[in-house]
């Protein structure tokens, strides 16, 4: 929890950042069990801390509470995500069309998640390849240079690979967009703003499409 101790955060704010980040590793799928004792045990934390923990995820609707079951990692509906992709094309549109140059730093950790994604798909690691195109977003969203909206878009990506995790077929699914990011990454090297909310544009529409039809598509089964 080295990160989180260097932000000094409390110990349930460690908990639910360790949680936080195995969701947007996809090591925590949705409809998967956060069993107390368990979570005691892994963190060295009383149950006090780990009540607090997981409230918090609740409230950045990452957890939710079953009756009989506990508390669960969350499963988003429809409206869920449609509400995701709003604030996605506000806070990626904004960042390209008036947040700060692209500097050289900014942009090579752009690279290296689009490098890591490339890397992820040769070895068919399609949850990596997923996290990788959400860390690019992250970047992306971190032309604003807002402390604020980095740390609230963190819970959007969170949230946005536990739809990812609901894929069937995680190979068809996230195979499209590492083409579309690089291309994304190159009109915002090149300074060509517009194009590059253009292009953000057409892949939110058809990433929000596509993440719907998942969604219905397991709804069915």
């Known amino acids: 929890m080295s990160i989180a101790k260097a932000n000094g955060l409390s110990l349930a704010d460690q908990v639910a950042?360790?949680?936080?980040?195995?969701?947007?590793?996809?090591?925590?799928?949705?409809?998967?069990?956060?069993?107390?004792?368990?979570?005691?045990?892994?963190?060295?934390a009383?149950?006090?801390?780990?009540?607090?923990?997981?409230?918090l995820?609740?409230?950045e609707g990452l957890t939710t509470y079953v009756r009989h079951r506990g508390v669960m990692v969350r499963r988003l509906s429809g409206d869920d995500v449609r509400d995701l992709f709003?604030?996605?094309?506000?806070?990626?549109?904004?960042?390209i069309l008036v947040g700060m140059p692209l500097v050289d730093d900014r942009s090579a950790r752009m690279g290296n998640a689009i490098e890591a994604a490339e890397l992820a798909c040769e070895r068919e690691d399609w949850r990596a390849f997923g996290t990788h195109s959400l860390r690019f977003h992250q970047q992306v969203v971190g032309l604003l240079h807002s402390p604020s909206f980095d740390e609230f878009?963190?819970?959007?990506?969170?949230?946005?690979?536990?739809v990812f995790s609901a894929a069937p077929d995680e190979a068809r699914y996230q195979g499209?967009?590492?083409?579309?990011?690089?291309?994304?990454?190159?009109?915002l090297?090149?300074?060509?703003?517009?194009?590059?909310?253009?292009?953000?544009?057409?892949?939110?529409?058809?990433s929000e499409t596509q993440a719907l039809d998942l969604l219905?598509?397991?709804?069915?089964q």
């Not at 878009?153 to 536990?162: D, E, G, K, W, Y």
């Not at 090297?189 to 939110?204: E, K, N, V």
């Open 189 to 206: 090297i090149d300074g060509h703003r517009r194009d590059a909310d253009q292009a953000m544009s057409s892949y939110l529409d058809d």
């Open 153 to 162: 878009f963190t819970n959007i990506v969170a949230q946005m690979r536990l």
């Open 17 to 44: 950042h360790e949680l936080r980040e195995d969701i947007i590793n996809g090591r925590l799928l949705s409809g998967m069990a956060l069993v107390e004792s368990e979570l005691v045990r892994r963190y060295s």
């Open 176 to 187: 499209p967009w590492l083409e579309r990011d690089r291309h994304i990454h190159q009109l």
């Open 86 to 95: 709003r604030v996605r094309r506000t806070l990626e549109s904004q960042a």
């Open 57 to 59: 995820l609740g409230r």
């Open 46 to 55: 009383s149950r006090n801390t780990v009540r607090e923990a997981l409230h």
């Open 216 to 220: 219905a598509s397991a709804a069915r």
